[in-house]
């Protein structure tokens, strides 16, 4: 089988792992989510995750809503660790060891995140979840795994979404939306298309840190993305 990346850095949407639900954690989504992880890290591939907290709290929203700025971000970082727990569960009761880390230090709840450590895991055929944002406020989720990844190393971020990829407007919104195969950083910022935050698309960027925008939902797309085949949007 003809894998093309070794190392990996996964990036899930909170709002994804609502599933059918309107708020929190739905258990169907999130084991399928544990099974497709598993069926990669079988294939040898180190992996490097980082989840969002919307399903649970977001900090722009409770900003919006009177919430002190930065401590709406902290309380959006401390979803992230929900759900990397959540996630880390649900990996270890199939049998796949994962070790979840926080940006800032949560001891015994994760391990206080280091570069060396997060790679340390994935060499040892571990799950590095790698939560908390990037520990400071004003950053969204897609800037810290954005940082994450070009930490850790990746040869790719994988943004797993609803969506099969880059459209040239919403898709759900607009039927007459074309998808991009693949787009350049700069085409994305000319265009104002709303894949990540311009920081973590100039971080990629700046770094050559390749992003396959691709759906998470169904179910097998995870490896077919690592094997090569032709689904998602490559953004270079």
């Known amino acids: 089988m003809n894998i093309k990346y070794k190392r ?14 309107q708020y929190g954690i739905d258990e169907k989504r999130l084991n399928e989510y544990a099974e497709q992880i598993k069926e990669i890290a079988e294939l040898g591939i180190e992996i490097g995750i980082v989840i969002g907290g919307g399903n649970i709290f977001r900090g722009l929203s409770g900003a919006a809503k009177g919430f002190d700025r930065v401590k709406g971000d902290q309380m959006g970082m401390l979803a992230t660790v929900i759900n990397s727990l959540a ?10 060891k994962a070790h979840v880390f926080t940006a800032t230090n949560m001891f015994p709840i994760g391990e206080h995140y280091s570069k060396w450590k997060a790679i340390d895991a994935m060499k040892q055929g571990e799950i590095a979840i790698i939560s908390g944002g990037t520990g400071n406020p004003y950053f969204t989720t897609d800037t810290g795994s954005a940082l994450r ?25 607009d039927k ?52 090569g085949e032709n689904i998602g949007t490559l953004v270079y």
Not at 8 to 21: A, F, P, Q, T, V
Not at 150 to 172: F, H, N, Q, S, W
């Open 8 to 21: 990996i850095l996964l990036k899930l949407s909170g709002e994804s792992l609502m599933g059918e639900k």
């Open 87 to 96: 996630l880390s569960s649900a990996l270890d009761s199939l049998g796949q």
């Open 149 to 173: 990844g070009i930490e850790i190393e990746a040869d790719v971020m994988l943004k797993g979404t609803r969506v099969d990829g880059i459209y040239t407007a919403d898709p759900e919104k």
């Open 176 to 227: 007459t939306a074309v998808k991009f195969d693949k787009i350049s950083y700069d085409e994305i910022y000319t265009r104002g298309l709303k894949v990540m935050d311009l920081t973590a698309t100039t971080l990629c960027k700046e770094n050559r840190l390749p992003i396959i925008v691709f759906d998470m939902d169904t179910n097998g797309n995870l490896k077919k993305v690592l094997t």
